[in-house]
């Protein structure tokens, strides 16, 4: 029997597969140390942890409206006032099974078959799949000495363009965009009427002076209605278990991702939009904790880049936020570890799971294979011991 054909051309999550692995031999009783993760190693706080206790004793266990609570949608636009400087209103908003969701809805309600998307490399892994899932076209976009260019935008755009995605602060690079990116995007947009999709999702883990600015705050592109913006409580939260994310965008935008949303998960877990209506309320008296996980990431990006950054064989741009290294292993490709040749970034995962019990991720699930992405959302003795590992194995390499 014929299934779907979409599925002939859509991978499965490499991050999820790879995590997996590593999981599998740490219950062995293997002693791996697991950078392939995409989740902060912080507990949930307190503060949100016991509201959603007294939800489940106050018996809010029912189905919700499916695009949320109205408090939680409430909380979530004045979080985009008051945080983001976007003029959001509850009815712009569905709450989501976390970004994932929240990311393809968008797409499944903008998307015709064939249209293209443009995706800036290196990406998150989901987004060519989703775009594939959707049936149209990812169109991969090569960044210019580090930047997003207009002309690489220019260069790529057909009459098929509908939609260009962004991530600020990057996964898988820790890229946070800058005031001229975020102008040629801008400009791009308008003159060809494409929407952004703007995922913000680690827009508070980010370092030194560099400043997020969400695309929906610009008044220009707001009034044309040409951005999506996707955000959730997973990563700021320490939340990714809880799958709450949202999505908000212009009214025929939001009225599509409803309809779906409504046949097909209908609302998030109740008790979890409890959780995450207390989370955003309390974001402010709470701040502390935030903030020291911030700066927990940061304390580990150094460590992680002083031990690498003097390495003839590999180097790494510090990230400017986000919890992820993406390193450039391209010199030792081609070349011999043992007896082996190392033909691309999936052999030096191999080596480093078998041999080090090292888990990270294979740069090609973001789209390029000569980096490798370690994930710093674990105790920073461990990172250190990673960061050394890899120096260890860069040694061994000739
Ligand atoms: N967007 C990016 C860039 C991510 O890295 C992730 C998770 O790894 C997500 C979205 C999905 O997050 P959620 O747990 O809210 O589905």
């Not at 054909?5 to 692995?21: G, H, M, Y």
């Not at 680690?202 to 955000?231: P, R």
């Not at 290294?325 to 570890?337: G, M, Q, T, V």
Request: aromatic residues 8%; charged residues 30%.
């Amino acid at each position: 029997m014929n299934l779907s054909d979409v599925f002939k051309n859509v991978e499965e999550s490499q991050t999820l597969k790879i995590s997996a692995k590593a999981k599998e031999m740490i219950k062995e009783g293997i002693d791996v140390i697991n950078l392939a993760v995409g989740e902060p190693d912080f507990d949930t706080p307190d503060y949100i942890k016991n509201f959603a206790k007294k939800a489940i004793d106050e018996n809010k266990t029912r189905y919700t409206d499916a695009s949320g609570i109205v408090e939680l949608r409430e909380a979530i636009a004045e979080k985009l006032k008051k945080e983001n400087g976007i003029n959001a209103k509850k009815e712009n908003i569905v709450v989501t099974n976390g970004a994932k969701e929240a990311i393809f809805l968008s797409l499944f309600s903008i998307l015709n078959p064939d249209d293209e998307v443009m995706v800036i490399l290196p990406y998150f892994t989901s987004y060519t799949e989703v775009i594939k899932l959707c049936r149209a076209k990812p169109v991969l976009i090569e960044k210019n000495n580090g930047k997003i260019t207009k002309e690489e935008l220019e260069n790529k755009k057909t009459d098929k363009t509908k939609l260009i995605m962004i991530c600020s602060p990057n996964n898988p690079d820790g890229h946070v965009i800058d005031e001229d990116e975020f102008k040629a995007i801008k400009d791009f947009a308008i003159k060809n009427n494409v929407f952004i999709l703007s995922d913000e999702i680690y827009e508070n883990i980010i370092f030194d002076d560099n400043k997020n600015k969400s695309f929906a705050s610009d008044e220009e592109l707001f009034k044309k209605g040409l951005v999506i913006t996707i955000n959730g409580m997973s990563k700021a939260f320490s939340m990714t278990g809880w799958r709450v994310g949202y999505v908000h965008a212009r009214d025929e935008i939001i009225k599509n991702i409803k309809v779906a949303k409504g046949h097909i998960s209908s609302n998030t877990s109740s008790i979890s939009q409890y959780a995450a209506l207390e989370a955003l309320k309390g974001f402010r008296e709470n701040i502390e904790i935030f903030e020291n996980n911030t700066e927990e990431f940061k304390k580990r990006r150094d460590v992680l880049v002083s031990i690498l950054k003097d390495d003839k064989n590999i180097s790494l741009k510090s990230p400017s936020g986000s919890f992820y290294a993406f390193i450039d292993i391209s010199k030792i490709l081609n070349r011999k570890y043992k007896d082996r040749t190392i033909k691309s970034d999936l052999d030096i995962c191999e080596i480093l799971l078998k041999d080090f019990n090292l888990s990270i991720t294979p740069g090609l699930a973001f789209g390029d294979g000569n980096f490798v992405r370690l994930s710093f959302a674990a105790d920073i003795k461990k990172i250190e011991k990673a960061a050394n590992i890899i120096k260890e194995f860069s040694e061994k390499i000739v």
